[in-house]
């Protein structure tokens, strides 16, 4: 009885560590998924478009969601210091929609003015140390002809990453052009679903027009947030395996506590494959429970933390300012997936070698006549 | 060379241990032992303690293996079979009665000798209804889903004679099957034991330190200086 016991025991720990174990590799990894993938689409809708068609004549009304953008390069300054921005006129419609999501708007500045209005980030605000209705100089122009001019901040806003919106200025697109003039470079910011990209890319390259993808643009984010994609799932991956190599474990304790009935059922003649198959579907059993236990803990778990993550942004911890700290959550199903079949690839094989080895020590002499 | 009345041929049966002091020959325990037993034969082994009486049931029942000479049980050179042939045969030919009542702790008695069927190969209903009579034969009618715990140490031991039994094996052998019980419990047992191995033409081949038991069976055979004797 006390065998019993300890032995149930033992399985219910070692559900539990695969459990705590799963929910911890599929936290990680919906977090690092939704994060990055939340990251593309944050660049994608705010800073340059899914795909950017660099022809002035694209229809801005027609099939496809598009919207005409002007953007210049030019120098701000304030009292305390300077700064680089990338300067984007855009139209009454641009900031709506899916874009609306993705910026708050901070403070604004009532004040009627007939200077340029623009719309800062927070974190630019911070570095220049303005507010609303406060007026920067800006310096623009073309390499021939540079010359300032006088703005005033109507906004600040926050898109919740600093990385992408630290030189991101908006502004109107006429106010921009009656500005910069011959500096602006004019182009559509085309928005589609992530997954469709190449797809329209390639139908609109097939109707004459010069296209180009978020990728294109920015190339060192997209390469990055991949490779911490990949480089993420890999190290899962092989945890993963471990863990289901932990499992191996289980199966030659459950063979050592069945000693004494192993050797009475070969005594009964029983095959040793037989009794191998058994204990490998009882080990897996166990292994596919705590599978589904852990990725339901994972995805629990990843759903209640973004919860969470408004109240650490509000801190302003600087070691979270270069993370998004605001987005949805997308389950990565085939990945899931990919490794709950890894994790029970890895057991099924250990697991194997493990009960051929521990049968083969079993003898039935052992138990016969003491 | 065995007839098809043989059901047990031993022949020069030959054992030896490691000595346990360094520097020691090997310790003999048995020494060229012949014995042929017939079909439906009992046969009861006697002899002092630690003579190698077990250690020639272990041997005679394929579970160790003899230095030199043959088994042969049933018509069959248990050396000839691999490993899952000879699992197949004890599940098959052979049935096992040992002191200890060694019942499948997380199964009931039905379920004890109904596995000893399944292993053999009978359908679940097969083993259900052969189970079922064995143990309505030995007298526990009532006791067919209680599990070890549950049993005295002659009811335990009375499972174990049913399973033993459950699939019309050719020779079933027995180590002290009555050594852990008193004197009332361990007469039935002798008595029912007997009785059904008659009763389906078994043979037995049995060791007991007890030699009223012993003079119950058609044989006796003493295990004296590393070799048989027919009496006591």
């Known amino acids: ?370 | 060379m065995a007839n098809s009345f043989e059901c047990v041929h031993l022949s020069s049966i030959t054992k030896s241990f490691p000595a346990t002091q360094a520097g020691d020959s090997r310790l003999m325990i048995l020494e060229g032992i012949s014995l042929v037993i017939k079909h439906g034969q009992s046969v009861a082994i006697v002899g002092k303690s630690g003579s190698g009486k077990s250690t020639l049931l272990e041997i005679a029942a394929g579970l160790l293996e003899a230095d030199s000479g043959t088994v042969m049980l049933d018509g069959v050179l248990l050396h000839d079979l691999d490993d899952r042939k000879k699992a197949i045969f004890r599940a098959q030919k052979m049935g096992f009665i040992f002191q200890a009542s060694y019942m499948l702790a997380d199964f009931t008695a039905l379920e004890n000798v109904k596995i000893a069927a399944l292993i053999a190969g009978s359908s679940p209903q097969e083993a259900h209804v052969a189970a079922t009579d064995l143990l309505h034969r030995v007298g526990l009618e009532k006791r067919l889903h209680h599990t070890s715990d549950k049993l005295s140490g002659g009811e335990r031991q009375r499972v174990v004679i049913a399973r033993s039994l459950v699939n019309n094996p050719a020779i079933i052998f027995a180590d002290e099957p009555t050594g852990n019980l008193d004197e009332e419990n361990a007469a039935m047992i002798e008595e029912l034991l007997l009785g059904l191995v008659k009763e389906r033409n078994a043979t037995l081949l049995l060791v007991t330190h007890n030699p009223q038991f012993a003079s119950k069976l058609d044989r006796v055979l003493t295990l004296r200086e590393r070799t048989l004797v027919e009496g006591m």
């Open chain 1, 1 to 370: 009885m006390v065998g019993n016991r300890a032995s149930r025991r033992r399985i219910l720990f070692q559900i539990l560590l695969i459990t705590l174990s799963l929910s911890a590799l599929v936290f990680a990894l919906i977090f690092v998924t939704s994060m990055s993938d939340a990251i593309a689409n944050k660049y994608a809708l705010i800073n340059s478009g899914h795909l950017i068609v660099h022809d002035r004549s694209f229809p801005t009304s027609g099939s496809y969601d598009s919207y005409l953008v002007g953007t210049t390069y030019g120098l701000l300054y304030s009292k305390e210091t300077t700064a680089l921005v990338f300067l984007k006129g855009v139209e009454d419609d641009y900031l709506t929609g899916k874009r609306k999501a993705e910026l708050v708007t901070l403070k604004e500045s009532g004040e009627s003015t007939t200077l340029m209005k623009v719309m800062i980030s927070k974190s630019l605000a911070q570095t220049l140390n303005v507010h609303p209705g406060e007026n920067l100089a800006l310096m623009i122009g073309t390499e021939a002809n540079v010359r300032p001019a006088l703005v005033r901040i109507g906004a600040i806003y926050d898109s919740g990453y600093k990385e992408l919106d630290e030189l991101l200025v908006f502004t109107d697109l006429s106010s921009l052009v009656r500005l910069c003039g011959e500096s602006v470079t004019f182009h559509h910011e085309v928005l589609v679903e992530m997954d469709r990209i190449g797809e329209v890319r390639d139908r609109l390259i097939h109707e004459g027009y010069q296209v180009t993808a978020w990728s294109d643009e920015a190339p060192q984010i997209a390469s990055n947030l991949i490779t911490s994609k990949e480089v993420t799932f890999i190290i899962i991956s092989i945890i993963g395996l471990l863990l289901g190599y932990a499992t191996s474990e289980l199966a030659r304790q459950m063979v050592e506590d069945d000693k004494r009935q192993i050797t009475l059922l070969l005594l009964l003649g029983a095959r040793r494959r037989m009794l191998g198959s058994s204990y490998l579907l009882s080990v897996l059993i166990v292994t596919i429970i705590a599978l589904i236990f852990g990725v339901l803990g994972g995805i629990l778990l990843s759903y209640a933390v973004p919860k969470v993550l408004p109240l650490i942004e509000q801190q302003s911890f600087s070691l979270f300012s270069f993370y998004l700290l605001r987005f949805s959550i997308a389950v990565p199903i085939k990945r899931i997936l990919l490794l709950g079949a890894l994790v029970i690839l890895s057991s099924t094989a250990t697991v194997f070698f493990s009960l051929h080895r521990a049968l083969r020590k079993q003898t039935i002499g052992s138990l016969a006549f003491d």
